[in-house]
């Protein structure tokens, strides 16, 4: 009987380091997968950035580019495309596929867009241009880059008066983004910009902002064991399975946990992973466990 028992308790523990394993190999999986999709996405508009000052006077067929819709006309868009300091025509057919009943639903007059260049015709002067075309993640990627290229530039001008360093930068970084993400790094870079009080009060603000970046996820927990260790059970099993998760004890039966990361969907996937984790486990040790809520 007392070999029965000890095999049984061998065969259960080995289950449960194979689980361990195997989720611990799907969550580096995802979290490879999640930090490819992000260095792509980054590697896409920092190449494009690296063009901006070998730009040749027209774009090419292709290309992405963002632009600002100036007036609608008939059946048509024009977009001022903001790199080039040209006008761009887009057909309502290249605004959305399918019918649509009122162009003011997609596109309305100073508006920022990321749109694809159809055609070029060089002689004419002009650009044909399509917003159905760029996908959903290519819209918020290029967006994104001008929105923190614009806050970073404001940035630098609290710091310095003087528009050609600002440019000076952008001919040797690219964007002031990748700049400040160096700089971060590495502050001597700065020298050949910034006087010593410049750069360490640059330095404090970008560091400051890139703290309040920070997302967090939380997650309310319900645990319950009704054994006579039942609270050693629980504190075990959160302590074995919060990674890097941060546990709060808000009162019998509820626990919180929380994680912070840059981005909210990675910090909110992850957290979410932990808890499923702690409730598998509550519920092989014969507990119960419940996920009430999770929130910013």
Known sequence: MAETKIEKTSETEKEKAEEKEKAEGKRKEEEE???????????????????????????????????????????????????????GVMNFSEVSPGRIRNIRDYVVPNKKIVCMILRVDKAKNHIDLSLRRVTAKEQKEMLDFYNREKA????????????KIIENIKKKYHNITLFFEKFLEDRSIGEEFFSKEES???????????????????????????????????????????????ITYIGTPFYS?????????????????????????????????????SKK
């Open 200 to 246: 360490e009060k640059l330095f404090k603000i970008i560091q400051e902002r890139e703290k309040q970046k920070k997302a967090k996820a939380t997650i309310k927990l319900k645990l319950r064991h009704e054994g006579s260790n039942g609270i050693e059970i629980i504190k075990k099993i959160l302590i074995g399975n919060r990674g890097d998760a941060k």
């Open 152 to 163: 970073n530039i404001i940035i630098l001008k609290i710091i310095i008066k003087d528009e």
């Open 257 to 293: 946990i929380s994680i912070e990361d840059k981005d909210y969907k990675e910090a909110n996937r992850k957290i979410r992973e932990i808890a499923e984790k702690i409730v598998l486990a509550m519920k092989k040790e014969q507990g119960y466990a419940e996920i009430i809520e």
């Open 33 to 87: 997968r999640a930090k490819k999709e992000k260095t792509e996405g980054r590697e896409r508009i920092e190449e494009k950035a690296k063009t901006e000052f070998e730009k040749k006077e027209f774009p090419e067929e292709g290309d992405l580019v963002i632009g600002t819709v100036d007036r609608i006309s008939g059946t048509s868009v024009f977009v001022k495309i903001d790199e080039y300091n040209k006008e």
